[in-house]
Every structure is written in structure tokens, then in C-alpha cells.
């Protein structure tokens, strides 16, 4: 129990166009989700939290029209990197809270890396 | 504000011996601190917690932790290593106040490399 899942689990674009990462809750409700970002040999840096329903909440540096956080249902969010340029080239990872079991423990998806060209 | 140090990018061990891998926090007030296990093409996964109560911690797979204060470490130990232990393994602290699991700050993580 308690999987979660991104997809794709790596992708390519060219630089303008934009990238749609999805995060799921195989077999539990999330009522928070969490968006990190981690470069090579580098930590997970966390970018925003995403709540079911309502807006996401960003950290501080990270553009939220860059990076579209949906979370539409409980079993999903979103991240939509817009316009993207090399420098988004990263490995983003995403993780979930089972809002039944209500320990606060995260559940990590297994990460998407980008590469914009 | 928190901050992990993991004071080795990689460490090495044949199978059977033991694995001590490093790590040192900062910290404003008393911390939450945890270790996540990533295997290649896998999420990560909680190896154990510590938040205030035994200060030595047991995980699964018979790794454990010991939170120290005086030295503000929190290594990660496990008598003897198994090949299946070879992964990528982060320490992590809890950021802010009664935030629980939430509000992460990740070390950088230690490769752990396994040998015959």
C-alpha cells in the first residue's frame, strides 16, 4: 500500500514549450501534496505544497507562473513547467500524505527527470 | 534555520560487514529528523524517524539511528550489510515548529555501494 506515482518518468522537450508531470495516489486519498526539485549531486529542494481544492503554496524563489500546480482531485497533482529553458533541466519529484492514516508520514513518487533542449 | 550535513557523497563496504553512514544537523530547537532510502527508479522510503522520544531509533531492515545532541549527529548504523542495502540514502531534518513529516530539508545524500 500507500504507492505513488509520476508520470513520465523522464522526458525531453525543446526550450519554450511546455512539460506536464503528473503525481498520483495509487491507493490513498492525499489531501496535501508536495513538489521538490533536486539537481545532480544536489539535495531535494522543496518547491511548493499542493492542497486539494485550493491554490498551491510556493516557496520562496520559485516563479508559480513557471511552475502550474494543479491538484484537482485527491488522488492527483499536477506540475506543468511553462515555457521551459535549460535551466529548468532537473529532477522533480513529488510525495503525498494519506489523509486516512493521518500519521504525516510522505509517501515519494520515483521522480521525472527533464531535459530541455 | 535547519540544515543537514551528509559528510560522505559515497561510502563502500563488502556484504557482511557494517555500515556507518554520517550525518550532522542544525537546528534552532529540537528536531525531527529522519532517514529516506532511494533505490534506483524507486520513490523514496522512510528508513526511520526520530522525534523526541528514544534517542535510539530502529528502522526496517535492521538499520537504526542514534540522535546525539551534544554532537548534533544522527548517523545511520546496520551490523552487516546486504547487497540489496545498495542505494541512495538521504537524512533528513524537519523545518519549523510542529510541522511533523511536512517541511523537509534534505541532506545530499550518501551513495552506499555494496560489495561481494
Known amino acids: 500500500g500507500a504507492v505513488v506515482s509520476q508520470h513520465p518518468s523522464w522526458v525531453i522537450c525543446k526550450s519554450g514549450t511546455s512539460v506536464k508531470i503528473e503525481c498520483r495516489s495509487l491507493?490513498?486519498?492525499?489531501?496535501?501534496m508536495f513538489w521538490y526539485r533536486q539537481f545532480p549531486k544536489q539535495s531535494l529542494m522543496l518547491m511548493a505544497t499542493?492542497?486539494?481544492?485550493?491554490?498551491?503554496?510556493?516557496e520562496q524563489g520559485v516563479e508559480k507562473d513557471k511552475f502550474l500546480i494543479n491538484h484537482a482531485s485527491l488522488t492527483l497533482s499536477t506540475l506543468t513547467v511553462t515555457s521551459a529553458h535549460p535551466e529548468d533541466s532537473s529532477f522533480y519529484i513529488c510525495?503525498?500524505?494519506?489523509?486516512?492514516?493521518?500519521?504525516?508520514?510522505?509517501?515519494f513518487g520515483e521522480g521525472s527527470r527533464l531535459t530541455v533542449l | 534555520a535547519q540544515s543537514v550535513t551528509q559528510l560522505d557523497s559515497h561510502v563502500s563496504v563488502s556484504e557482511g560487514t557494517p555500515v556507518l553512514l554520517r550525518c550532522n544537523y542544525s537546528?534552532?530547537?529540537?528536531?525531527?529528523l529522519f532517514w529516506y532510502v532511494q533505490h534506483p527508479n524507486k520513490g523514496l522510503q522512510l528508513l526511520l524517524k526520530y522525534t523526541s522520544a528514544a534517542t535510539l531509533v530502529k528502522g526496517i531492515n535492521g538499520f537504526e539511528a542514534e540522535f546525539k545532541k551534544s554532537e548534533t549527529s544522527f548517523h545511520l548504523t546496520k551490523p552487516s550489510a546486504h547487497m540489496s542495502d545498495a542505494a541512495e540514502y538521504f537524512c533528513v531534518v524537519s523545518r519549523g515548529m510542529n510541522t511533523g513529516f511536512q517541511k523537509l530539508v534534505f541532506g545530499t545524500g550518501t551513495r552506499l555501494l555494496v560489495s561481494p
Open positions: 510525495s503525498a500524505e494519506d489523509r486516512a492514516k493521518n500519521t504525516g508520514e510522505l509517501f
Open positions: 537546528s534552532s530547537y529540537s528536531p525531527s
Open positions: 499542493s492542497n486539494e481544492g485550493s491554490k498551491a503554496t510556493y
Open positions: 491507493d490513498f486519498q492525499a489531501t496535501t
